[in-house]
């Protein structure tokens, strides 16, 4: 001990004496306090903050500046409304256009590993060390030799105590923690001004630059010249007066690159699935007013644009069904109105039919039609607390995924789920629909011969005062019905529209 003490008296920084440390010491931490408080100050908004996603947009801005002005240009252009716009301009199939873009990505994101991209991911290592050094409190530190410094009002030391190295070892010990194998470059100066830029959306001036600069070449300095690995343990051994404590480093490893391509891939995987949701509600959007006239979309309760935009907003996952659902929604409400269900359900219980099979096919086409009113109330309810899609629980993995990666997994399985049943439910109710509009139609042709060959009694039944309002509204609306399927033939697998019924 008595060595160490001696080690440490001889220092040019004049830090200890007669076993009590000076006010040299405290200065050097003051020198700390003042130049990493700036730099935690872009750090802790950037990179380092609570916020993972958002750390994780910055860093990805960062690896960005890494590629060249042509490739940038590249990069940009995958973007998804820049993506959008190019399919809904083009004349080239959309597919193929799809497959450029995805091999334009694929080009751009095997430039990652070149020594240029490793040595940003180096360079945003160095800067999670940087950050946890920034962040720590120096003032205490300080407060301890003057109790009255406070960092805001007083820019210098005033009265100034000697404290002994007792009650300083554990925190010392903190710092040596986050310390080893420290040091600053150039590649780390320009990675902080470029963090502020980002942040700020302007180009620093040379004086903000020069500022950055002369920070972290002030705290590079004390902990190379001043603060170095061997004066802490030294420091700590003689506060702890245990020359026998094992020392450890934090171990710093960054994932940004690696990241960066999970990242780009989920979103253009997403991106893409959107444009061809978008190409195709576009495409039907004539279709559809042409369908429904002034008569707004029904609204399906939570899966909708705006539980969209929240999902858009914070994940890179989407719902990729909503206007199909909307339009069936709409379909049923419009024009399977009361009157025209209940000729169907007469038909099936009131008809006379010559072929036992074809009354239980069309028996089991009218039951799936009245289920689909339920099935969707059961998928909007499915959002309810307690339900398969908990609304509560899809936020909650959202706002949870901005501290803990692991979350957004969980939300981007959610989603697929959600969006899977949704498609089965689309897929579903469109199949029950065309075979509808199929038997109607041969109903309709029956109906008009001098001898029904399918339905003995289907003109009786059509023509009845209970029925004949809706037999003649199932009539009128055929054509409805054709634009409806064809419509829903853009999201789902259903057979011929124009087959003829014979």
Not at 176 to 201: D, P, S, W
Not at 319 to 345: D, G, Y
């Amino acid at each position: 001990m008595h060595k160490i003490e001696n080690e440490l008296k001889i220092l040019p920084s004049q830090i200890i004496k007669n076993g009590l440390l000076q006010p040299n010491f405290a200065e050097i931490f003051r020198v700390l306090y003042e130049n990493t408080k700036p730099i935690d100050d872009i750090l802790s908004r950037t990179i380092s903050s609570e916020d993972i996603q958002r750390n994780a947009r910055f860093e990805n801005e960062l690896i960005l500046t890494g590629f060249d002005a042509e490739s940038q240009d590249k990069m940009e252009k995958l973007e998804y409304e820049n993506r959008k716009s190019e399919i809904m301009e083009s004349d080239t199939a959309m597919n193929k256009l799809l497959e450029t873009q995805k091999r334009s990505l694929e080009s751009l994101l095997k430039q990652l590993n070149s020594p240029g991209f490793i040595k940003i991911d180096d360079t945003l290592c160095s800067l999670k060390q940087l950050a946890d050094i920034c962040h720590f409190n120096y003032i205490n530190i300080v407060r301890l030799f003057d109790q009255d410094f406070d960092g805001l009002t007083s820019s210098s030391l005033g009265v100034v105590g000697f404290v002994s190295p007792q009650p300083l070892a554990p925190i010392l010990q903190d710092l040596y923690y986050l310390t080893g194998n420290f040091h600053i470059n150039q590649a780390e100066v320009r990675a902080v001004c470029a963090l502020k830029q980002i942040l700020h959306g302007k180009r620093l001036d040379e004086a903000e630059k020069e500022s950055i600069s002369k920070n972290l070449k002030m705290i590079n300095s004390v902990f190379s010249q001043y603060l170095t690995s061997d004066v802490l343990k030294k420091l700590i051994c003689l506060g702890r007066k245990d020359t026998n404590i094992t020392f450890q480093f934090a171990t710093y490893r960054s994932n940004s690159l690696k990241n960066f391509i999970e990242y780009m891939q989920k979103r253009f995987a997403s991106d893409t699935e959107r444009i061809k949701g978008e190409v195709k509600d576009y495409t039907v959007s004539f279709e559809i007013k042409e369908l429904f006239g002034n008569e707004p979309l029904e609204l399906i309760h939570v899966y909708n644009a705006d539980t969209n935009e929240f999902l858009r907003v914070n994940t890179p996952y989407s719902f990729v069904w909503i206007t199909p659902l909307q339009v069936i929604k709409t379909f049923m409400s419009v024009f399977m109105t009361s009157s025209v269900r209940t000729v169907l359900n007469n038909i099936v219980i009131e008809g006379f039919f010559n072929n036992q099979n074809y009354k239980a096919d069309f028996s089991s086409t009218i039951y799936a039609l009245n289920e689909i009113d339920n099935q969707i109330k059961e998928f909007e309810e499915s959002f309810g607390r307690g339900g398969k899609n908990n609304e509560a629980e899809l936020r909650g993995l959202v706002q949870d995924s901005r501290t803990n990666a692991d979350f957004l997994k969980k939300v981007g399985t959610m989603v697929d789920n959600i969006n899977n049943q949704a498609h089965k439910l689309i897929q579903e109710t469109s199949k029950t629909l065309y075979q509808l509009y199929l038997e109607i139609g041969e109903l309709i042709i029956d109906s008009k011969k001098s001898k029904s060959d399918m339905v003995s009694n289907i003109k009786v039944l059509l023509s009845s005062a209970r029925n004949h309002d809706g037999a003649g509204m199932i009539e009128q609306q055929q054509e409805n019905w054709k634009l409806f399927l064809k419509i829903m033939k853009n999201y789902a697998i259903i057979g011929e529209i124009d087959k003829d019924h014979e």
